[in-house]
């Protein structure tokens, strides 16, 4: 089967695509269930074209991350345009089932990821294939040989990185969208991986004492929601907070008050002060915490 993979690679010579994508193939699981699985807000759902997404990268809008969907055999594709954050969301994808993700990012690493309920099993740089993270290697490293990575060669990269990542994850699901597919209008919603079921990142050792104290600092107690959030933490309970909640909407908000103070300094730093940039980031160690503490079983 000949599969035309020129926008993968493409350095803006049409077709092309982006310079920053994300991909990710997860088996047995509906379009719309695949985007709650990555943190989709229900009431975001939307067909959009990757122009009217592009549009919404902004200060006013918030910087949403958004995704599509689109269904492909017993396999759903998610798409992610200008943004690597799908990349990171295998393992919440894959829980009961498994999932694949390839990241195309010409300004940082690219990646190809295979998780099976909740665990990488695969993990490279498609760049730079050299010894590749593999669970089982007699199966994965033909099939890398074969789309053209080279894992015992120190010095070697690859020619075509995102589109051997494509063929091998082809072989992986045996489905490939088109670029036709990938361009036209798609279900898409505005998602925020701290409402997957993604394994967390806290740098403290206990996440939740600096969740309270953070809370007590931003004087966020009378939060709807939060503080019985933070006593089933308390108590070893898991704590699954529903971005279509009262107190998913106050994450949510604060979520985007966090991408306004980063992503505003390269293109709207006027619409901040420091102290408003200074504050908005304490709800983003606020909200890293807060993962912590209730994602505790998947740490």
């Not at 709650?36 to 991350?65: C, S, V």
């Not at 594709?77 to 829980?95: C, F, M, T």
């Not at 760049?127 to 993270?133: A, D, F, L, T």
């Amino acid at each position: 089967m000949r599969i035309d993979l020129s926008w993968a690679d493409s350095q803006h010579r049409e077709p092309f695509l982006s310079e920053i994508f994300a991909l990710a193939f997860v088996r047995g699981v509906q379009p719309l269930d695949a985007l709650r699985r990555i943190g989709g807000h229900a009431d975001t759902l939307a067909e959009r074209t990757p122009d009217e997404i592009r549009d919404q990268h902004d200060f006013a809008h918030g910087y949403p991350e958004i995704a599509s969907a689109l269904a492909l055999g017993e396999w759903t594709v998610l798409l992610q345009h200008n943004s690597s954050e799908l990349g990171h969301l295998a393992d919440a994808l894959s829980r009961g089932t498994e999932a694949v993700a390839v990241v195309r990012h010409d300004y940082a690493s690219p990646s190809f990821v295979h998780a099976v309920d909740g665990k990488t099993v695969t993990h490279f740089d498609p760049s730079y294939p050299y010894r590749p993270s593999v669970e089982d290697p007699g199966r994965v490293l033909p099939l890398m040989h074969r789309v053209g990575f080279d894992p015992d060669d120190e010095e070697g990269g690859c020619d075509h990185p995102i589109a051997s990542a494509l063929r091998l994850a082809f072989l992986t699901t045996g489905v490939l969208p088109t670029f036709a597919q990938l361009t036209a209008p798609l279900p898409s919603m505005h998602f925020d991986s701290w409402f997957s079921r993604t394994r967390p990142y806290s740098p403290e050792a206990d996440p939740l004492a600096e969740a309270e104290a953070i809370v007590a600092e931003l004087d966020l107690g009378g939060t709807p929601g939060l503080a019985g959030a933070l006593a089933a933490a308390r108590r070893g309970e898991r704590v699954v907070v529903d971005p279509d909640s009262e107190l998913g909407r106050h994450v949510r908000g604060w979520l985007a008050l966090q991408r306004r103070a980063s992503w505003s300094l390269n293109s709207a730093r006027s619409a901040m002060t420091d102290e408003e940039r200074r504050h908005a980031h304490r709800f983003g160690w606020l909200l890293q915490a807060l993962a912590g503490a209730f994602r505790a079983d998947l740490a």
